[in-house]
Nanobody, 121 residues
Framework: EVQLQASGGGLAQAGGSLTLSCVAS????????IGWFRQAPGKEREAVSC????????HYRGSVKGRFTISSDHAKNTLYLQMNSVKSEDMAVYYC??????????????WGQGTQVTVSS
């Protein structure tokens, strides 16, 4: 059974930083692409970032490029999202999720409980 547990959300001031973590079990990062999506109240789900299994450049939505960094520790089966220079529009519940393929398709078939990110101005 695949389980993904995100943590690390909280309150950050605009311009500040947060680091999200996601511990995965029941899969390895060599098998599937894995990434983050977010959802704010009343809004559609948005893909934020994804990293394919094996080598390859990570993918970011345009609005977070240059501010967010996705990384993974395969030994710990943990995915991270370093969020710098956060903005009010980054405020949402963030979920880590497993993609359906080894490459990022942003088609997620498994995700865990999210972690809330709140940004104060």
């Amino acid at each position: 059974e695949v389980q993904l547990q995100a943590s690390g959300g909280g309150l950050a001031q605009a311009g500040g930083s947060l680091t999200l973590s996601c511990v995965a079990s029941g899969l390895t990062f060599d098998e599937y692409a894995i990434g983050w999506f977010r959802q704010a109240p009343g809004k559609e789900r948005e893909a934020v970032s994804c990293v394919s299994s094996g080598e390859g450049s990570p993918h970011y939505r345009g609005s977070v490029k240059g501010r967010f960094t996705i990384s993974s520790d395969h030994a710990k089966n943990t995915l991270y999202l370093q969020m710098n220079s956060v903005k009010s529009e980054d405020m949402a519940v963030y979920y880590c999720a497993k993609d359906v393929l080894r490459i990022c398709r942003f088609e997620y078939d498994n995700w865990g409980q999210g972690t809330q990110v709140t940004v104060s101005s």
